[in-house]
């Protein structure tokens, strides 16, 4: 069974910076589009930002220019790097993939979520 498992998140001020970091561990998959979402008290879950397997990113709006998405494919991990974070950025961060295992074929998988705290 494959796992997604992030790090990163915790408390920062506005201003400050967070990496993110999704790992993905099992045996016989490959890692397709990986994605971040982030989900606010209260909101519905938002897609933040997404890469290819070749490395071609996207970003909602509210984040371009101050976070960057990227992925080391050797160490199947996904990072999600966050500059200049805002109030607005306080979110449970959730790494999602999506998969080919040769068990079971195409999925797409979540992980756990991760806490990020903007506050001064």
């Known amino acids: 069974q494959v796992q997604l498992v992030e790090s990163g998140g915790g408390l920062v001020q506005p201003g400050g910076s967070l990496r993110l970091s999704c790992a993905a561990s099992g045996s016989g998959f490959s890692l397709n589009t990986m994605a971040w979402f982030r989900q606010a008290p209260g909101k519905q879950r938002e897609l933040v930002a997404t890469i290819t397997s070749g490395g071609i990113t996207n970003y909602v709006d509210s984040v371009k220019g101050r976070f960057s998405i990227s992925r080391d494919n050797a160490k199947n991990t996904v990072y999600l790097q966050m500059n200049s974070l805002k109030p607005e950025d306080t979110a449970v961060y959730y790494c999602?993939?999506?998969?080919?295992?040769?068990?079971?074929?195409?999925?797409?998988?979540w992980g756990q979520g991760t806490q990020v705290t903007v506050s001064s």
């Open positions: 999602n993939a999506n998969i080919w295992s040769t068990s079971r074929g195409p999925n797409n998988i």
